[in-house]
C-alpha cells in the first residue's frame, strides 16, 4: 500500500510539473510556420507519423540552447533571453530618464553621467547581438538563420535609430558649446520604449498571468508614461526663457498657499518635478483647480496640443478598460482556448510531443490568424484566385500534364484547386471505376497498382510529388486503369471533372497540349491509344465551335469576347463554311476596333473567301470607308478575279458610290472582260454619262477597242456613245480622245491597250537597200494614227523629210490596224 501511495503522489507532483508547464506561452517554434509544405509537417507530427524527427528536432533546437550550426543564436536561446529581460530593464529606465534628462538636466552630473554610458554601452552590445539572432520572416513565418540575410534584414530595420540612440549625446552636448539644439536628438532614445510594449504583449498571452491583471498594468503604464513626458515639456518651457522672464511662466508665477515658485531653480529637484507631474496630470484629468495654469504663449499653444491628445488618450483607456469588461479580445479569446484545450490534454494524459504540437499550431493560428479554407469564403473571388496561385502555382506548374501550357489556363486551373490530406493505406482511386477528380500531389508518395483478374496485385508505379492521376478516364473518358493507394502521408490538390472540362472548352489548344503531354508520360498499353482518332474528331469539332464563336464575336463587335477567345487560343485565320474569317465580317460592319486588333495579329489581310472576296472589297461594297481606308494603309489590296467583268457589272449596275470606292482603291478602269470590253464600253452603250465621267476621271481610255468574233477588233467607247445617241456622253467622250491623243501620241496603244499591247521596228532606210547602207532603228509602241507613228519614228530616228512607212516586201502602209505585233517597218521620204 505504500508503494501504491508512493506512486501515486509521483504521479500527481508529474502532473502538477506538467501543469505549470502548460503556462508557459512562447513564440511559436520552427516545427509549424504557416506556409503549406509546413502545414503538411505539421499533421505528420500530430498523426505522430514524424515523432521521432520532431524530437531530434526540438532536441537539437532547445537541448542546445537554440544555435542552428553553432552560428546564428536562436530567439528562445535560454542566454539570449536572459538578456533580453536585461535589456528590458535598462530600456524601461531609458524611456523615463530621456524625458527626465531632457527637462531638467542641462548637462548630467558625474554619478548620472556614468549610469547613462554604461547604459549606451549596453545597447551597443546589443545592436552586435541583433548580427547573430535569427529571426522569422513576416511572410513565410520561417526561421531565417543565414547570417547574411540576418545581418541584411537588421540593418534595413532598426539598425540606424538604433545606432544613434547608442550616441553620447550629454557628452555631445556639452562638446558642442552646449547648444540646446543637440538636446532635441535625446529623442531618438524613445524608440527604445517598443521594448516595454513587446514585454506586454507578451505579458498578455501567458496564461500564466491574470490577464486583466495584466491590462491594468499595461494601462497604468501608459498613462504614467504620458504624463511624465508632459510634466518634463512643461518644466522644460519654463527653463528655455531667460532669467528675467522666468517669473513669466507656469511654474515661476506659482504660490501655493504662502510659498512661491518665483526662484525654482533654487527648489529640490524632486519638489520640481512633483510639481511638473502634478500639473501635467490636473491638466490631463481636466480637473484643474486653477492654481496651475498657462502663463505665456507657448505654454498655452502646448496644453492646446496636450489636452487634444489626452482626450485620444482617455478614450483608449475607457475603450480598453471595457474591452475587459466585455471580455471580448482576441488575446483574452486566444487564452480562453488554450487554458480549455490544456484541460483537456491534462485529461486525457497527452503525450509532451503531441502537446508540443497541439500548443504550436494553436498559437500558429493566432499570430499568423491563419484559419482553414472555409474562413476565406466570404472574400471575393478575385482575392481568393490570388490567395490560389500564391499558394497552388508552384506546384501545378511543375506538373507534366501541363508542360508547355499557356499560363491563362494554368491559372484557371490553380484558382479551382481544393486541399485534401489522405493517411497512409488509404485508396483513392480503384481500378475499372469512373472517376470525376483529377489529383495533383504535393508532398508524400503514392502507388498506381494494376489489380489481375487472379486478384494479384503488382506495383505499376510510384508517385511523386508534381505528379497526377485520374487525368485518364477524365480525358479519355474511360475506367480508371489502375488502383492508386496512399504510401505516406499525402497532401494533394483535387480538381473535379465538370471544372476541368469547362476549363478544356475554352482553352481547347491548351487541351491539345495537354493531350499530348498525356501520351509522352504515359505507357504504351493503355487503351488511351485506341481513342486517339476520337480524341482528334472532338478536339476538330471544338476547333470548328470556337471558330463560329470568334465569327459572331467579330460580327457582333463585341471586342472584349473576341479578346477573351483570342487568349484562349483561337486562330484569327479559321473561317466559316462560307470561307469567311473574323476580319471579313468586321470589315464588312465597319468595326474599326476589330479590324485594327485582328490586323495586330498575324492574319492574312487578303484571305479571300469562298466567293472571291478580300475584307477590303467587303468594306467597300458595304460602304465602309474608315476601315476600306485602314485596310488600305495596311497593305490591303483587292485582288479581284476577272477584275473587267467585276466592274462592267458595278457600271450596268448604276451604283457611282461603288465605282468610286473601287477606282479610288486602285482598281484598274481599263481592265477588260472576256468580250476585251471595258467599264467605259458599258456605260457609253447604256448611256451612262455619270459612270463614263467617273471612269475618264480615273484614267479610263477612250481609245480600245472590243473583239469581233472574225478575231478584227470592234468598236470604240466612242462609238458605243454614238449608237446611243447620248449627245452629252458624245461629247464628253470626243474631248476625252483628243486630250489622250495630244496627251500620248506615241503611246496610246500602251495605255489603252493593255491586254494586247502592239510594238514594231522602224528602220531609217529602204527595205532593197544594201546591207551597207543599212542602220539601226528603234522599237516603238505602235499608236493609232499612221501620223503619229510616222512623226514619232522620224523624231526619234532624227530623219528628216520622212513622209510614209513599207513593210518587208515594200508594200505601203496606210492604216495601223494593218501592223501586225512585232513586224519590222522602214521609215522613207517621197524623195
Not at 407 to 422: A, C, G, P, T
Request: a negative charge.
Amino acid at each position: 500500500m505504500g508503494d501504491i501511495g508512493r506512486s501515486r503522489r509521483v504521479r500527481a507532483e508529474r502532473a502538477r510539473e506538467a501543469n505549470e508547464e502548460e503556462y508557459e506561452v512562447d513564440e511559436f517554434r520552427e516545427g509549424t510556420i504557416s506556409s503549406r509544405g509546413s502545414r503538411f509537417n505539421l499533421i505528420a507530427n500530430e498523426l505522430g507519423l514524424a515523432a521521432a524527427r520532431a524530437r531530434k528536432n526540438l532536441s537539437r533546437q532547445y537541448l542546445f540552447d537554440g544555435f542552428k550550426d553553432g552560428l546564428p543564436i536562436h530567439p528562445d536561446n535560454r542566454w539570449y533571453r536572459a538578456w533580453t529581460k536585461f535589456i528590458l530593464i535598462w530600456a524601461l529606465y531609458s524611456s523615463f530618464f530621456t524625458p527626465l534628462e531632457f527637462g531638467f538636466f542641462r548637462g548630467l552630473p558625474e554619478n548620472l553621467f556614468i549610469l547613462d554610458i554604461a547604459g549606451q554601452i549596453a545597447f551597443l552590445l546589443d545592436i552586435v547581438l541583433h548580427f547573430f539572432v535569427a529571426y522569422r520572416d513576416s511572410q513565410t513565418y520561417r526561421m531565417v538563420y543565414k547570417p547574411t540575410s540576418i545581418a541584411i534584414q537588421y540593418l534595413k530595420s532598426s539598425f540606424l535609430i538604433d545606432l544613434l540612440g547608442c550616441m553620447p549625446w550629454d557628452m555631445i552636448y556639452k562638446g558642442c558649446g552646449r547648444k540646446e539644439e543637440v538636446r532635441y536628438l535625446l529623442w531618438i532614445r524613445l524608440y527604445r520604449v517598443h521594448k516595454v510594449t513587446d514585454f506586454f504583449r507578451n505579458m498578455e498571452k501567458d496564461i500564466r498571468i491574470n490577464y486583466l491583471f495584466a491590462r491594468i498594468i499595461k494601462l497604468i503604464f501608459v498613462e504614467l508614461y504620458c504624463t511624465h513626458t508632459a510634466a518634463c515639456i512643461f518644466y522644460y518651457l519654463a527653463t528655455t526663457l531667460p532669467p528675467e522672464q522666468e517669473g513669466y511662466t507656469w511654474i515661476g508665477s506659482l504660490k501655493l498657499g504662502d510659498y512661491s515658485y518665483s526662484n525654482f531653480r533654487e527648489i529640490d529637484l524632486w519638489k520640481r518635478y512633483t510639481t511638473s507631474m502634478y500639473f501635467a496630470i490636473v491638466t490631463m484629468a481636466t480637473v484643474g483647480y486653477g492654481d496651475i495654469h498657462a502663463v505665456n504663449l507657448r505654454e498655452m499653444i502646448f496644453i492646446m496640443l496636450y489636452v487634444s491628445f489626452d482626450m485620444v488618450l482617455g478614450a483608449y483607456l475607457i475603450g480598453n478598460m471595457t474591452a475587459l469588461i466585455v471580455k471580448g479580445s482576441n488575446t483574452e479569446r486566444f487564452r480562453d482556448k488554450m487554458a480549455d484545450v490544456i484541460k483537456y490534454m491534462n485529461r486525457n494524459r497527452l503525450d509532451r510531443d503531441l502537446r508540443n504540437q497541439i500548443k504550436c499550431h494553436l498559437r500558429l493560428q493566432y499570430e499568423s490568424k491563419y484559419t482553414e479554407a472555409a474562413v476565406i469564403q466570404d472574400l471575393p473571388i478575385s482575392i481568393r484566385a490570388k490567395i490560389s496561385q500564391s499558394l497552388y502555382m508552384p506546384y501545378i506548374e511543375n506538373v507534366p500534364l501541363f508542360k508547355e501550357c499557356s499560363s491563362e489556363f494554368i491559372n484557371q486551373i490553380v484558382i479551382r484547386l481544393h486541399e485534401e490530406f489522405f493517411l497512409p493505406g488509404e485508396v483513392i482511386m480503384e481500378q475499372g471505376n469512373v472517376v470525376d477528380q483529377v489529383y495533383f500531389v504535393c508532398h508524400g508518395v503514392l502507388e498506381e497498382v494494376a489489380i489481375g483478374e487472379d486478384g494479384s496485385a503488382e506495383t505499376v508505379t510510384l508517385l511523386q510529388p508534381n505528379s497526377s492521376f485520374g487525368e485518364i478516364s477524365i480525358l479519355c473518358n474511360i475506367p480508371q486503369p489502375y488502383t492508386v493507394r496512399v504510401c505516406e502521408l499525402c497532401r494533394l490538390l483535387r480538381l473535379d471533372k465538370q471544372s476541368f472540362s469547362s476549363i478544356l472548352e475554352i482553352y481547347f489548344h491548351d487541351g491539345r497540349q495537354v493531350l499530348n503531354n498525356l501520351l509522352e508520360g504515359k505507357e504504351s498499353n493503355l487503351r488511351i491509344k485506341q481513342l486517339e482518332s476520337e480524341i482528334a474528331f472532338h478536339i476538330g469539332r471544338q476547333e470548328a465551335e470556337l471558330a463560329l464563336r470568334v465569327n459572331c464575336a467579330a460580327y457582333n463587335g463585341d471586342l472584349y469576347q473576341l479578346k477573351s477567345l483570342m487568349r484562349a487560343g483561337a486562330d484569327p485565320n479559321k473561317t466559316d463554311y462560307d470561307g469567311r474569317s473574323p476580319l471579313h465580317l468586321a470589315a464588312s460592319k465597319g468595326y474599326e476596333d476589330i479590324t485594327s486588333f485582328l490586323i495586330r495579329h498575324p492574319v492574312d489581310i487578303n484571305i479571300k473567301d469562298n466567293f472571291g472576296n478580300t475584307p477590303l472589297l467587303e468594306a467597300i461594297k458595304n460602304g465602309q470607308d474608315n476601315v476600306a481606308a485602314l485596310l488600305v494603309k495596311e497593305g490591303a489590296s483587292l485582288n479581284i478575279d476577272d477584275a473587267g467583268s467585276f466592274l462592267c457589272k458595278a457600271v450596268s449596275k448604276g451604283d457611282t458610290d461603288f465605282l468610286k470606292r473601287l477606282l479610288s482603291n486602285g482598281v484598274d478602269p481599263n481592265s477588260r472582260d472576256y468580250d476585251h470590253r471595258t467599264p467605259l464600253h458599258v456605260a457609253a452603250s447604256e448611256g451612262l454619262y455619270l459612270m463614263a465621267k467617273l471612269l475618264i476621271e480615273a484614267g479610263a481610255s477612250v481609245l480600245p477597242k472590243t473583239a469581233i468574233p472574225s478575231g478584227l477588233w470592234g468598236n470604240t467607247p466612242l462609238d458605243e456613245g454614238q449608237m446611243c445617241g447620248n449627245k452629252n456622253l458624245i461629247k464628253l467622250l470626243e474631248d476625252a480622245k483628243s486630250t489622250q491623243l495630244s496627251e500620248f501620241p506615241y503611246r496610246s496603244n500602251e495605255i489603252t491597250d493593255k491586254i494586247h499591247p502592239k510594238k514594231c521596228t522602224v528602220f531609217p532606210f529602204h527595205p532593197w537597200n544594201a546591207k551597207e547602207q543599212r542602220r539601226s532603228g528603234i522599237v516603238l509602241w505602235i499608236p493609232h494614227t499612221m501620223e503619229a507613228l510616222v512623226t514619232t519614228a522620224a523624231e526619234q530616228l532624227q530623219f528628216a523629210g520622212a513622209s510614209f512607212v513599207l513593210s518587208e516586201d515594200g508594200g505601203k502602209i496606210l492604216d495601223v490596224d494593218l501592223i501586225n505585233d512585232g513586224q519590222k517597218l522602214y521609215l522613207i521620204s517621197e524623195t
